[in-house]
């Protein structure tokens, strides 16, 4: 698999938000990444997101596919109380 930097894969990273139970955004990815996802559209593990690009500080999972849109992943990790 040939390597992108980051620029090449995500075009921008969404602001964090919150509920009582988890911090959320969202990564809207390039055309190029979008083509690499995996069909039919499923939930990505932690190694598949990274390899794609993606970098986020750990404890974040990908819980979402907005079919519409599948360029955009939505991730959540659990908040500490």
Request: glycine share 4%; proline share 7%; net charge positive.
């Amino acid at each position: 698999m040939s390597r992108y930097t980051v620029d090449a894969v995500v075009k921008s990273y969404g602001q964090k938000y919150h509920d009582e139970t988890y911090e959320y955004r969202h990564v809207i990815l390039t055309p190029e990444a979008t083509r690499r996802l995996p069909k039919p559209a499923r939930l990505l593990t932690e190694a598949e997101w990274r390899s794609l690009g993606v970098r986020q500080s750990p404890g974040w999972e990908h819980y979402m596919n907005h079919s519409p849109e599948p360029h955009i992943l939505m991730f959540r990790r659990r908040l500490q109380k």
